[in-house]
């Protein structure tokens, strides 16, 4: 498998559900029979009103092991413009739905925070009800959308081949969450993790059918405001950060910000990040004083308590790497030397399952990143 990548559900799974050396050579035991999400699961997208001519779509249940994007729709006199679209066909077209039953306008443009393929991957179904709306991105997305980082989706139109490779990789998906449910001394909360992931599994199999990728249409490299009488929107470049092109939607008569995965909640992602201007992105975000933050994953936050918290995340972890590579630590050694057990439970508390997650998704990436950050390495987005 390809360097670990949370966007695609397989490359996430086949590395990170690995468990302890110990835990590897466990006998298996029998096989759960999955069935299809249940409403406590939180798999299935809801929209709901932020303010007046804003609404949020998003999982019930923030944290999944493979999550949708948020995507957020505001309301302009000509038409509905979205941040973001999705993360596969099949919530495209739910997201469709979702649009219709709180407004007759038609999408007129969906504007993508990043490349990762739970934040786009529905667009198709989107731009196949409303064809003539713009699919919107920085010079940078594009060019991610475009080449090495989903060269594994079909462009235009579904492509046999190629799906049947994506099905081939959810299929080791499927082997690792049997194998990590056969695991002796699971934590009760992990292993009901994992059964809903299983569950969650066979939804997933049925969206990602028929997988197509939108390109942008249009493109910007600093800056682009989408004019409206009452809602306008500046869609801007701020730097790196999460990924290298990310895009931030501000809207400053409703002083809401959409942070795309510069901000994820209950637990923050840190792979192929740009760590120091990622801080310095946040920063800037926080001056603006919103008084609404949409987050890539997770609820609309009425102050910046959680911005805080992962602007000292990423500090706190800076120093620690720095402090380990003054001392002349490999990037394994610092991995293994960096406690984060604090920042741990400021964000999972003593949930076990949040815990191994924030691992996975913050510790271990993050850190490297940082590594990469400190000793000058470059630090290239993966694929999705």
Same mark, same amino acid.
């Given at each position: ?38 409403? &406590? ?17 998003? &999982? ?5 092991? &493979? ?42 443009? #969906? ?18 009800? @409303?064809?003539?709306?713009?699919? #919107?991105?920085?010079?940078? *997305? ?76 249009? *493109? ?56 120091? $201007?990622?801080?310095? *992105? ?56 960096? $406690? ?12 076990? @399952?949040?815990?191994? @997650? ?16 400190? *000793? ?9």
């Amino acid at each position: 498998m390809a360097r670990v990548v949370r966007r695609l559900f397989a490359l996430v799974l086949s590395a990170s559900i690995s468990l302890s050396p110990a835990d590897e050579t466990a006998p298996s035991a029998g096989t759960p029979t999955p069935g299809t999400p249940t409403v &406590q699961d939180g798999y299935v997208q809801t929209i709901a009103p932020v303010t007046k001519g804003v609404w949020l779509i998003a &999982q019930p249940q923030a944290f999944h092991i &493979q999550p949708i994007g948020n995507v957020v729709v505001i309301e302009h006199a000509d038409g509905l413009v979205l941040i973001d679209g999705g993360g596969s066909t099949g919530a495209g077209r739910r997201i469709v739905d979702l649009v219709r039953s709180v407004s007759d306008k038609p999408v007129k443009a #969906i504007a993508l925070t990043h490349w990762h393929g739970d934040h786009v991957l529905g667009v198709s179904a989107i731009v196949q009800a @409303w064809p003539s709306a713009e699919v #919107i991105a920085t010079d940078v *997305t594009d060019a991610h959308l475009r080449g090495r980082s989903m060269k594994a989706y079909p462009k235009g139109a579904p492509d046999a081949t190629l799906q049947a490779a994506f099905d081939q990789r959810l299929d080791s998906v499927e082997r690792s969450l049997r194998d990590a449910l056969a695991k002796p001394g699971l934590a009760p909360r992990e292993r009901e993790g994992f059964a809903a992931s299983q569950r969650l599994f066979v939804q997933y199999r049925q969206d990602t059918r028929d997988l197509v990728l939108a390109l942008p249409t249009r *493109t910007f490299v600093d800056s682009l405001r989408l004019d409206d009488a009452t809602h306008p929107v500046e869609l801007r470049h701020p730097g790196r950060g999460n990924t290298d092109g990310d895009l931030i939607a501000w809207l400053p008569r409703q002083r809401v910000m959409v942070a795309g995965d510069l901000l994820v909640a209950p637990v923050p992602f840190g792979f192929n990040a740009y760590p120091a $201007d990622w801080q310095r *992105t946040l920063r800037a975000m926080q001056a603006q004083t919103p008084a609404w933050w949409i987050p890539g994953h997770g609820a609309a936050m009425r102050d910046d308590g959680y911005v805080t918290r992962v602007v000292d995340l990423i500090d706190a972890t800076r120093d620690a790497v720095a402090a380990q590579v003054r001392q002349g630590a490999s990037m394994d050694d610092a991995k293994k030397r960096i $406690d984060l057990s604090a920042g741990r439970a400021q964000f999972a508390g003593d949930d076990p @399952w949040l815990s191994r @997650w924030f691992d996975r998704y913050w510790t271990q990436p993050f850190i490297e990143a940082a590594y990469r950050e400190a *000793t000058g390495a470059p630090i290239e987005q993966g694929e999705g």
